[in-house]
């Protein structure tokens, strides 16, 4: 959730890119704008999508006082795989995280 936009708060969602078809097929009925995509959620997202949804509208004067909020829902199924792994226990070990912050 983003409160600090011109447009008031936004929920802010990430997702692959969906494929040439079914972009076509959804600009059929509805063509995104030149500044929106359609991105693809997976199913197992719905409800933790909804659990974001229903936590900012349950605490909407908890979040009225701060600028801005973020949910992050990962859809990752393995962490700290490849060059993530020393980062990444690094960061459990003693919760230190790069300066680039390359591996996050």
Do not use: N, W
Not at 9 to 17: D, E, I, N, T
Not at 30 to 59: F, G, K, N, Y
Not at 70 to 98: N, Q
């Amino acid at each position: 959730m983003d409160t600090d936009t011109a447009e008031g708060p936004q929920l802010v969602l990430q997702g692959k890119f969906a494929d040439a078809v079914t972009r076509a097929a959804c600009s059929q009925d509805s063509p995104p704008a030149h500044d929106e995509s359609v991105i693809r959620i997976p199913v197992r997202m719905v409800a933790q999508i909804r659990e974001a949804c229903d936590a900012a509208e349950t605490a909407s004067a908890l979040l009225d006082s701060a600028r801005t909020h973020a949910f992050h829902l990962e859809l990752r199924d393995v962490y700290a795989v490849g060059e993530e792994r020393e980062a990444y226990d690094a960061f459990l070990r003693d919760g230190s995280v790069p300066a680039d912050d390359s591996a996050f």
